[in-house]
């Protein structure tokens, strides 16, 4: 049985990286047990890791739900200065989704549900 997961990206400059995914997800790291690595905890049992190294090639994207796509996207472009990315979405797809890459090429995805209503159950059942 999986219980619990984690993902990790890797950076070239952990100090700026470590800076980037701060403002990225809006939180200082939870833990951070030795040099070149900290991790935060995303949702109850998920956890991004960010370690210095050099990116894997051609890995991910780590895909993330949010509530607001297309602010989180004018912050992301505001605050990280990172390239307009196209919004998408099909018709039997329930949510609309964009792409992008962090400065050391870690491919990061942000999706939102379209119906309001399950995105709220969705919520709920994952942090109660």
């Known amino acids: 049985m999986i219980f619990e997961m984690t993902y990790q990206v890797r950076v070239t400059d952990f100090k700026e990286g470590k800076k980037w995914y701060e ?3 809006n939180k ?3 833990f ?4 070149g690595f900290a991790e935060w905890k995303l949702i109850p049992g998920c956890w991004l890791q960010v370690a210095e190294g050099k990116p894997s090639e051609g890995s991910g994207p780590i895909r993330l739900g949010i509530q607001n796509l297309e602010a989180e996207k004018k912050r992301l472009m505001r605050e ?3 390239d307009d990315f196209v919004i998408e979405s099909r ?6 989704w964009g792409s992008f890459t962090d400065p050391w090429g870690n491919r990061i995805g942000l999706f939102e549900y379209l119906n309001k209503t399950e995105e709220y159950e969705r919520v709920k059942t994952i942090l109660g």
């Open 28 to 30: 200082v790291a939870d």
């Open 23 to 25: 403002t990225f997800l």
């Open 32 to 35: 951070i047990p030795h040099d």
């Open 80 to 82: 990280l200065n990172i």
């Open 91 to 96: 018709q039997e797809v329930p949510v609309k």
